[in-house]
């Protein structure tokens, strides 16, 4: 596929490896951006940024300290929302807009992952609320797969990518954990979304994604 056409690349801002901040770093909502690029084969220039030691100019770009920014017609835009809408309006070919009664599958995987991941007490429900996410990510691939929205990739399976992975990577490292075998479908998705070129191209190295949560613990 040929590259779309642009004045110059499109500059975005994301984070630096923890430990190694001229290395791509593990955050997921700048890794969705980036699947985002990659798959519409739009031309982009990247700044890594070391979000342990914030510089004063990326504080100025962007006051909240968060990544990814993307520098769009002589703005800084934060948020992965906006900034994967905008790239989506202003790019529409190929599109990847998710039909609006799927886009919030698996809305909630991040989150009781990240309770799970942190939580001390193996009895405290954080687990059974992470299955019961994955339970309801798998009945609905079931139905509906093999992506999200059916046969054609969108940006609701962009989201949820990353967000795989690191259930992937992070518990096993820090719980010896693993999706259950019997949730065939969401296995069988996560190995087709992370076989796919672009996010190969854009994942952090494990060991980096094992580095970020560690700080977070």
């Given at each position: 596929?040929?590259?779309v056409?642009v ?6 801002l994301v984070?630096g490896a923890t430990?190694k901040?001229?290395i791509?770093?593990d955050?997921?909502?700048?890794h969705r951006?980036?699947?985002?690029l ?9 700044t ?14 962007n006051?909240?300290g968060k990544?990814p920014?993307m520098?769009?017609?002589g ?5 992965s929302d ?20 799927k ?17 001390k007490?193996?009895?405290d429900?954080?687990?059974e609320?992470?299955?019961a996410?994955?339970k309801s990510?798998?009945?609905?691939l079931?139905d509906?797969?093999?992506y999200v929205?059916?046969?054609?990739i969108?940006?609701?399976d ?6 795989l ?11 010896n954990w693993s999706?259950?075998?019997d949730?065939t479908?969401?296995?069988?998705y ?8 672009s996010?190969a191209?854009?994942?952090?190295a494990d ?9 977070h613990?």
């Amino acid at each position: 596929m040929a590259a779309v056409a642009v004045d110059q690349p499109i500059e975005f801002l994301v984070k630096g490896a923890t430990g190694k901040p001229d290395i791509l770093g593990d955050r997921p909502f700048c890794h969705r951006v980036l699947l985002t690029l990659e798959e519409k084969n739009i031309p982009y220039k990247l700044t890594l940024v070391d979000l342990s030691n914030k510089p004063e100019w990326f504080l100025k770009i962007n006051p909240e300290g968060k990544v990814p920014v993307m520098k769009y017609e002589g703005k800084w835009i934060p948020e992965s929302d906006v900034i994967t809408e905008i790239l989506e309006e202003k790019f529409p070919g190929p599109s990847f807009k998710t039909p609006p009664e799927k886009a919030s599958v698996g809305s909630e995987l991040l989150p009781s992952f990240v309770k799970f991941l942190r939580s001390k007490d193996r009895s405290d429900g954080t687990e059974e609320a992470l299955l019961a996410e994955l339970k309801s990510l798998n009945d609905h691939l079931k139905d509906n797969g093999p992506y999200v929205a059916g046969d054609k990739i969108t940006a609701a399976d962009f989201s949820l990518a990353p967000k795989l992975l690191h259930v992937k990577v992070a518990l096993a490292h820090f719980k010896n954990w693993s999706i259950p075998s019997d949730m065939t479908y969401v296995i069988n998705y996560a190995e087709i979304l992370h076989g796919r070129e672009s996010f190969a191209k854009t994942r952090a190295a494990d060991e980096y994604i094992i580095a970020g949560w560690l700080r977070h613990m």
